[in-house]
């Protein structure tokens, strides 16, 4: 498996690049926000997650399953 270059990401990333670079789907997105693993911030309709937040997650081994 490829290893995530995680300095190339912006502070704040849109859902559908944290489903692309993490490879879940949208249903594992939504199911960690409303299970309120994931903080987000909503601006113009479009979901936001910080980067720092994203990391955390996957430190506690989420793995989208």
């Not at 994931?38 to 997650?57: A, E, M, T, V, W």
């Amino acid at each position: 498996m490829k290893k995530m270059d995680l300095s190339e990401w912006s502070d704040w990333i849109d859902g559908q690049d944290v489903m692309e670079k993490l490879h879940i789907t949208r249903r594992t997105l939504q199911r960690w926000r409303t299970n309120r693993l994931i903080p987000f911030s909503q601006l113009r309709g479009r979901l936001y997650y910080r980067k720092s937040d994203i990391i955390r997650l996957l430190k506690k081994g989420f793995n989208g399953k």
